[in-house]
């Protein structure tokens, strides 16, 4: 046993390879270079666990030092290799120009603010296509910090206690998803992991464990070092930043909807043919989603609300043009437990395809509070951005912007009462 | 983390240094080296888990093998030192002709028969002194090969999250023991061990993790190696084999207990003055115990029968002397889980010093079913031996002549009705 199978030590680089970041900023990043390479944001982070004030448990030249390592990092011949050569959705996804353009970029820090015990981390680039990359980097180093700060003063032994709490949490999440042969699901967990060795020990354990059902990983460096499926699609941003960048009327603003599927699916065709639904609600989605995209797309991402209530939707959305939903697919990936995946994958076993897409609870799964932590586009062309979600709750913005938004998609929170449940 | 902290490789060998046993097989190997270097002896291994077939799980063979491996180990020179220099109890307490007599000895093999499923291990040399030490040997030994076969066709996670059970258990202990800093113990747990590395990780542990509760180990090598004491006095074998030995009469008999307790005393003094009082019954040994004996030896181990009813007797007894008890000790050794050891501690707190000897809880704690294996002598020059206890389940010997040895120490088994509590 070791203590660097669970985390890095103190004072060492957190990043340690530029592919260590999800596989959807790559496939975003490659869309954004071709059609929107001109659109300026401004990225921020938030913690929305506001009872752990981040200030008390990083320090800000920590913090700096470890953005600061993971902005100079190049890609390797290696990983250039491993970027063009990828066509798991579809013959050589990147073309070129953008692994030209990705190679030799430079991308600038972000900058540290201290607001209400809470650092305010802003990308400075200004450019979308750069800004977009620091997410889940940003966030991978912040949870890995704030790790860092709960592990203070273990002894060595404490340290192999709390890794042998996740081992035995994953080994008893194994035995339950392994009991369900026809269940898939991929590590979504980047993001919110508790730390970079921990989620690479978690990616190992569950291929080695459930083959045929663990299908791949979020995480472009662990898919390249293992040989596994890099995944990834889309996620909100894409919506958010095409809704400020058509900021012009409402009709404009809705317009920017079906605008970004229309983009995806040019670029991308039927490989990468999965859509997040929620960015301003589902009730919308689906009235923009005309037939003939219900048809050629392959189906549906769940990030927020009444996961069942969502599949049934989806069910009678599709029932409702004759399509058989046996050939479409929902993907899961709102705060997942094993019990939870059985649970909606005997729901609709049969009825639809279903996989899941598995973060915190994989990743970070120590028992120990986790952060609640995002980095959303607040601003494109200087437009502030709003992500309402099937969850109001979880709705992000300006409060004016919000009810905006609300009004331009037609969104009524009352449909979306959904209570997550705690656990 | 590694396979090899868990248990060592199928084919490699178990017992890597003579020292690797309990420390009382030197303690007690002084004494009959010095007061009964000619009495013969026959030890018998005996699995008393019958629902555990070991010829099912252990191969002859390789068993055979792992005991040549043990014969042939010879202390090496920092181990003699090790021995020499050993003064925890009293100053030299290994004169040099034991010593000598240790470095030079040559061990016979124990012979292997299968019969009932079980492998009857019976050892061969003869002389007391040399049959006694393969004891706790034979039991690691045993013990891990069976250990061995149940990892049989594990995969290497597997093999990890069943360490982490191991880990996530001890963790446990060491929070409960930890809020009573008053509660002290030590490491029995060779011979029931699941693995030679885990009570070697199992020690460290408790070492760093329990300072000033955790007192030392039984396995000298262990104490050895991390500087911890040695824990060990004396077992049933003296109190048996000086029975056989003194097999005149029933007057010769009972007079072999006196004995076995005053040479003891004679060789090492107050230093190792604990004794065993449940070889032929404890109300027979508080009769034997003499008020002299009372006042100068340190206290009793607690082996068989009800814990508490024992401290209660104890107490009794010195106080019927009037002797304070808060100045004697009871080392409870008996099946002891953290639970336990912390209700005797409170339950017996202030009125006499209690320790604890824990042993398979500590050093197989993985869940899994242990067995109950035995190394016993059964003969003594010619003369079948038995044990009784406080608990009558667990005499061993020979019918007849546990009756007869029932009848010579007036021992009544309704004395002795305690089912203890199968965890």
Redesign the interface.
């Known amino acids: 046993?070791?203590f660097n199978?669970l985390i890095f030590r103190s004072g060492e680089p957190i990043i340690r390879s530029t592919l260590d970041m999800d596989f959807y900023k790559f496939t975003m990043g490659r869309v954004i270079w071709e059609k929107y390479p001109g659109v300026h944001t401004v990225f921020q982070m938030m913690n929305r666990t506001k009872s752990v004030r981040l200030v008390e448990h990083i320090d800000k030249g920590e913090l700096s030092e470890q953005l600061e390592h993971c902005r100079i990092l190049k890609p390797t011949i290696s990983e250039m290799h491993y970027l063009r050569g990828t066509n798991e959705y579809s013959e050589r996804m990147f073309p070129e120009g953008y692994l030209s353009y990705y190679k030799d970029r430079t991308l600038s820090l972000p900058s540290i603010d201290i607001k209400d015990g809470q650092y305010d981390v802003r990308t400075t680039d200004g450019l979308w296509l750069k800004d977009s990359e620091w997410e889940t980097k940003v966030l991978a180093i912040t949870n890995e910090l704030y790790s860092r700060s709960l592990l203070k003063g273990y002894?060595?032994?404490?340290l192999?206690?709390m890794?042998?709490?996740?081992?035995?949490r994953?080994?008893a999440d194994?035995r339950l998803l392994r009991k369900h042969p026809g269940l898939t699901l991929s590590d979504f967990g980047s993001r919110r992991r508790f730390s970079a060795l921990w989620q690479e020990y978690v990616v190992q354990?569950m291929a080695?464990?459930l083959p045929g059902q663990f299908l791949g990983t979020s995480n472009t460096y662990l898919a390249m070092k293992y040989g596994l499926m890099p995944i990834g699609t889309s996620a909100h941003e894409m919506y958010m930043v095409l809704a400020g960048m058509m900021n012009e009327s409402d009709d404009s603003i809705r317009a920017s909807h079906r605008r970004m599927l229309t983009d995806w699916y040019d670029v991308y065709g039927p490989g990468l043919s999965i859509a997040l639904t929620d960015t301003f609600g589902t009730e919308f989605f689906f009235n923009d989603f005309i037939e003939e995209m219900a048809h050629k797309w392959k189906g549906f991402r769940h990030d927020s609300g009444d996961p069942i209530k969502f599949g049934e939707r989806v069910l009678r959305f599709y029932r409702e043009l004759g399509i058989d939903a046996r050939e479409k697919m929902i993907v899961f990936s709102d705060g997942l437990d094993a019990q939870t995946m059985v649970k909606l994958y005997l729901h609709f076993e049969g009825r639809i395809r279903v996989t899941f897409g598995w973060g915190t609870n994989l990743t970070n799964n120590f028992g120990l509070l986790t952060l609640s932590l995002v980095m959303k586009a607040i601003l494109a062309n200087g437009v502030p951005l709003v992500k309402l979600s099937d969850n109001p709750a979880k709705a992000t913005g300006l409060p004016e912007q919000i009810k905006r938004i609300m009004a331009v998609f037609g969104y009524h929170p009352e449909l979306y009462s959904y209570v997550p449940c705690i656990r």
Chains 1, 2 share one sequence.
């Open positions: 046993m070791n199978s002894s060595r032994f404490q192999e206690a890794q042998a709490r996740g081992q035995v994953l080994d194994i354990v080695a464990e």
